[in-house]
């Protein structure tokens, strides 16, 4: 059983950065590869950005590509989003998640956080 914990949301202008982190519990954490997702007001949840168990591997959804970097600290059992140059296109709920191997399927993932409010504002 993995819990997740996310935090660091907010409010920020267009153009500004946040951090999110997501606090994970058990011994196993580094044996997960952790994801974040997000589900914009009235739109389904989508894949943001996946980081393998080690670290080495990291995938990006293209709308976030070049501006979002994920990271993982595996000695604190915590995963990063940093998340530079909002849009308010990315005002979101951001959901932290873990599985067994690298995936962008939301129906692929062993665990869910209960979500952090972004909000970009124009």
């Known amino acids: 059983q993995v819990q997740l914990v996310e935090s660091g949301g907010g409010l920020v202008q267009a153009g500004g950065s946040l951090r999110l982190s997501c606090a994970a519990s058990?011994?196993?954490?580094?044996?997960?590869?952790m994801d974040w997702f997000r589900r914009a007001p009235g739109k389904e949840r989508e894949f943001v950005a996946a980081i393998s168990w080690s670290g080495a591997r990291t995938y990006y959804a293209d709308s976030v590509k070049g501006r979002f970097t994920i990271s993982r600290d595996n000695a604190k059992n915590t995963v990063y989003l940093q998340m530079n140059s909002l849009k308010p296109e990315d005002t979101a709920v951001y959901y932290c998640?873990?599985?067994?191997?690298?995936?962008?399927?939301?129906?692929?993932?062993?665990?869910w956080g209960q979500g952090t409010q972004v909000t970009v504002s124009s």
């Open positions: 058990g011994r196993t954490f580094s044996s997960y590869a």
């Open positions: 998640a873990a599985a067994k191997s690298t995936v962008v399927r939301s129906q692929d993932v062993d665990y």
